[in-house]
């Protein structure tokens, strides 16, 4: 058995870590004592949350590295400077990711893609770069989504690649027990992020179509990051294999695993009741683990 995860004195790379959960758990782990690599695309939203935690925590070292994970060349740029500077590394958390709104039809490949690149290939190419720095006693962490365990109607991108991040955690989990690496997969339900307000939305999308979904996405967004993000360090310390966040994500798997079939239906069904019943106004803005 893994013992706990100790943070203090070891250091932790995080994707996503300019805003929404990755902003709360760069937070987090400064204050456990941890150094800090924190990677995202957006470079004026990265730069205030490492001048903050440099300030509070000044014997930390933290570093910035600002790179699209849609582009694989940029993603192994970002391993290999990470290994470069830190051999050994206590705690990967693939945290950064992307949505795009509209059914299969109303996609492009292209579109397609880029969300598989950023939610699943860029964690995939940087666990698997970053395997050798995993020492025993290190840790993995994969955040999925609630849209890890249920696939709704106009998803199908982001379900896909959040089904293929789960399935690789589920994997690694028994693969790397034999090395002492725990891995933890995380599904998040409704965090109050910037995810509805910056996702994509398919070109095929008729445009009176997009306010009305991207209204009633936004108001499932309730949850604090912060919560979440203290309920996902928490579960590092102790090794937890999944972790499902706030009600929006455990009612949901509890009625996917009552009805594997029939859930499908009665999911789209709430979403088509939420859609017509929201008043027209738009929402405030949110803050966001979205794509970095």
């Not at 962490?141 to 991108?157: H, K, R, T």
């Not at 027990?177 to 599904?187: F, L, P, R």
Request: aromatic share 4%; hydrophobic share 45%; charged share 15%.
């Amino acid at each position: 058995m893994i013992p706990p995860y100790r943070f203090a004195g070891r250091t932790a790379v995080l994707t996503g870590a300019a805003s929404g959960i990755g902003e709360q758990l760069a937070y987090g782990l400064a204050a456990r004592g941890s150094h800090l690599v924190l990677i995202d695309v957006d470079a004026a939203r990265l730069d205030p949350v490492v001048a903050r935690i440099r300030a509070a925590h000044p014997a930390l070292t933290v570093t910035s590295l600002v790179a699209d994970l849609a582009d694989r060349a940029q993603v192994l740029s970002v391993a290999t400077q990470v290994l470069d500077a830190h051999p050994t590394i206590g705690l990967l958390i693939n945290n950064a990711g992307i949505a795009l709104g509209g059914r299969f039809d109303q996609v492009t490949t292209d579109e397609f893609e880029t969300v598989m690149n950023v939610n699943f290939r860029a964690p995939m190419l940087l666990t698997h770069a970053l395997l050798p720095a995993l020492a025993p006693g290190a840790h993995l962490v994969n955040v999925s989504s609630l849209f890890g365990l249920i696939a709704p109607y106009g998803q199908s991108a982001y379900a896909a690649s959040k089904f293929a991040l789960r399935g690789l955690s589920q994997v690694l989990h028994a693969e790397l027990a034999d090395n002492g690496v725990g891995v933890t997969t995380v599904h998040p339900g409704g965090i109050r992020t910037r995810i509805a307000s910056s996702a994509h939305i398919g070109s095929g999308v008729p445009p009176s179509e997009v306010e009305p979904h991207q209204r009633a996405f936004a108001a499932l967004l309730t949850y604090p990051p912060e919560k979440a993000a203290t309920q996902i360090l928490d579960a590092v310390t102790r090794r937890k294999a999944r972790l499902l966040i706030a009600a929006s994500a455990k009612l949901p798997d509890l009625l996917a695993r009552l009805a594997p079939v029939a859930h499908t239906g009665i999911l789209r069904a709430l979403t088509n009741a939420a859609t017509r019943s929201r008043p027209t106004r738009r929402p405030p803005a949110t803050h966001n683990t979205a794509r970095d």
